[in-house]
Every structure is written in C-alpha cells, then in structure tokens.
C-alpha cells in the first residue's frame, strides 16, 4: 500500500522570529520576482468587502457547533493560510479557491503583499507581526514557481529538510510558540503518528497582534457584575468599565455598539450586541462594514464590557467546504499541480484546517494570536448618556478600519467560561 504524502499548511497569529534549528533556510526575497516586482494592492472597497464577507460567512458556520460557546477566528489568518495553498491550486481547483474567499488568485497574491507590508508597520502601541513560512520535505517535487511567488508576495521563509526526520514536528511547534510569543505552543498536536510520518510539507502563516486602547481602562473601575447568557440565566463576570465620554457609537435596528480604537489610530475593537428583548443580531456578510461605517462620535458614552481571555481551536475542513471550497479537499478532484508532487508524481488534497486562537481583552488593551493548520495528501444622568452595556452575549471584532477587513472575529456567550488570567 503507497504511504500517504501529506502537505500541512500552518497559519500562525505571531512575535519575532525565533530561530530555526536543524534545517537550511533562505531569507525572504530573495527569489525573483524580487521585492521592487512585487505589485502590491490595497484592496478596492468591493474586494474588501468580499474578505469580509468570506471572515463572517465562515465564523456564522463556526458559530453554529453548539460546543463552541465563545466561538472566534482570525480572518486574516485563515486568509494568509489558504492564499499560500490556493497559490499552488489550478483548474477547479482555483476556482474552488476563488468561490470560497471572493478573491481571484493575482487578486489575492497582491492584497497579501500589502498587509504584509501595511498591518506590519502601524506602531504607536500597536504590534502586528506576520510572518509566513514553508516547511519543505527533500522529497516533495515543487513547482518551480511556486517558491519565488511565496517568497516575493508572502514575505515566506523556505526551510527544506527531511519532515520524517525526529523532532521535525517539534521544530515546527517552536517556531509556532516562538511567533505567538507562547501564545500558540503547539499546531500540529491533534494530528494522528501516520499523518505526521506522511508529511511533505507545512505552509505557514503567522500574525501576533497586541495593541492598546486609545483610552484605556481605569483598573479602579474594573469590578464583577452578572452576565445573562441567552437562556437568561445568570454568571459572574469581571467587567471592564469607562467613565462616559465621546466614543464611535452606533445604533442599527434592534442592535448597538462601539468601535473602540486603539492607540495607533487604524486598528479598533468592535463590540455589537443586541438590545434589549432581541436576539443577537446575525452577520449578514456586510454587517462589519456597516457597523463601522455607521459608527460615528457620540458623546457621553458609558461603556461597560467584561474582560475577558478565551482559546479556541477547531478543524475547519466541514466550515471551508460549506462555503465552497469542496473540491479542495476531494481526492478525484483536487489539483494542486502548481505547488507540487509527492515524490512519486501523485498530486494533493486537504485533508484538514486546524485552527487555533488566543485573544485577551483587559485594561491596557488586546493581545491576541491564531494558528492554521491545512493538512494534505496525495489523490490516492445631569449630562444624558449613552450606556452601551455588554452584559448579555455579543461579538466582537479586532477590525483594520481601513480597509474594513477583520484580523479577529467572535463572539462572547459565557464570560464565565473566559477568565481573565489575574
């Protein structure tokens, strides 16, 4: 029986880099088409929409596991992720790619050397690092585009060693740790001894955002309050708390909420949740923009939400083929001929997305990171105010105001359950 070959694409919400041992590496850029050839692309304001319509469409399918009570994902991740394997995808394949995140390939490829570029250098308290890397097995027949298209685009870093090798899977999770600044410590973790054994290769993408609040939180104001999930039953939960000022509100139909920025002046948080006596409001695939562009200066706004760190982590194969991309992970259908061969000419298929993420909320600000794993495989009052109390469930979004584009996405149904670490 011929072994499985499996490819494993890992996008990664990261720190600084940390060094790589045991594998020959080349820096980013330095394959043609070189660093001064890359066009980068700002999104158009419909591509932008369309990133983030495929963040909400694909969070709405997560968000129904029932399991998943503080449900979140990093968009923009998940975005780097599937760029780097829909850049070795072709024929309906590509096609596939092209349903599932809105995005033609060029399109896509340009638009990520532009966050690369832009979200990576905001400053001003603010840090937003992405990182992508291939993890190459010596067996794997690569395209010979392939690599100087990542690298010139992705900003990726090209490691070529023996995958089968020991210790290969743990080089990956360091570098994993490393880029999440101990965030993350581990991707390939849920993966069974075969699919690791049959591993040619692991694509990664990383970001790590930590970010303070423009105004931040007076720890004096911080204290515990009740929360009502949706049943109406209530849990204890730490609440943050500001004394009213002028604040980006909004009220839309039977929801309002806020867009709190951050001290760089283009990343905010984006808080939403229902009023009272309605139910959550639903993403609609333009609810985000629509949010953010009817929030506008209100003064005197109370604004009083929990605090809070949840983890989640998920496979994300049944979401993605929900939302189009089935042929991908179809083992008569795929074709994956623009990334490679198995050593023996067979071509690849997904087999999983595993997704992780890590987001803290508290007083000085957000701190957050995410991991994407996609596996694959050969073919075989005086003053009136405006309370915008966050005491019932709600989603929130870490949005680029932009561009409108969500580098994190979730909801909170039960603070008690996301305990900030004291």
């Known amino acids: 029986m011929t072994r499985l070959r499996q490819v494993a694409i890992v996008t990664v919400v990261v720190s600084l ?16 088409p070189s660093d001064s050839q890359v066009l980068l692309a700002e999104p158009s304001n419909d591509q932008a929409k369309v990133l983030t319509a495929f963040g909400e469409k694909l969070f709405t399918e997560v968000e129904a596991d029932p399991e998943k009570v503080n449900a979140v994902i990093s968009p923009m991740s998940l975005f780097f992720a599937l760029g780097l394997a829909g850049e070795g995808a072709a024929g309906a394949t590509q096609e596939a790619f092209q349903q599932a995140i809105g995005l033609d390939k060029e399109q896509t490829r340009r638009i990520a050397a532009y966050l690369v570029k832009e979200i990576s250098n905001l400053g001003q308290g603010t840090t937003v690092n992405i990182a992508n890397s291939t993890w190459l097995d010596e067996s794997l027949k690569l395209d010979p585009d392939y690599t100087p298209l990542v690298k010139a685009y992705y900003a990726a870093e090209v490691f070529n060693q023996d995958l089968q090798a020991s210790g290969a899977v743990d080089q990956i999770n360091g570098w994993v740790n490393g880029k999440t600044n101990g965030l ?3 991707i390939l973790d849920d993966l069974s001894p075969d699919e690791v054994a049959s591993m040619v290769a692991v694509l990664v993408d990383a970001i790590y955002l930590k970010a303070e609040w423009a105004a931040k939180f007076d720890p004096e104001m911080t204290s515990v309050g009740r929360f009502s999930l949706s049943g109406g039953s209530p849990v ?12 980006r509100y909004f009220d839309v139909g039977d929801s309002h909420g806020v867009l709190l920025p951050y001290k760089d002046g283009r990343l905010a948080f984006l808080a939403v949740t229902a009023k009272e006596g309605t139910d959550l409001p639903k993403l609609a695939g333009d609810s985000i923009n629509s949010w953010i562009t009817a929030a506008a200066p209100t003064p005197n706004v109370k604004v009083v939400m929990p605090k809070f760190k949840t983890t989640f982590k998920k496979d994300l194969k049944n979401d993605l083929i929900a939302l189009g991309l089935g042929n991908a992970f179809d083992p008569d259908a795929a074709d994956f001929s623009e990334l490679g ?11 999983n997305v595993l997704h992780k993420v890590d987001i803290a909320v508290g007083e000085e600000g957000t701190e957050a990171a995410a991991a994407t794993a996609v596996i694959m495989a050969p073919t075989s009052a005086q003053v009136e105010e405006t309370p915008v109390v966050f005491d019932h469930p709600y989603r929130y979004a870490v949005v680029d105001t932009q561009t409108g584009i969500p580098l994190f996405l979730g909801a909170i149904n039960d603070p008690s359950l996301a305990p900030f670490p004291s």
Do not use: D
Request: hydrophobic letters at 40%; proline letters at 5%.
């Open 17 to 32: 880099a940390m060094g790589i041992f045991g594998c020959t590496s080349t820096s980013p850029g330095s394959a043609n």
């Open 184 to 186: 993350i410590p581990t």
């Open 236 to 247: 204890e939960a730490e609440f943050l708390a500001a004394k009213a000022m002028e604040q």
């Open 341 to 351: 061969t198995s050593s023996t000419g067979e071509n690849l298929a997904i087999t």
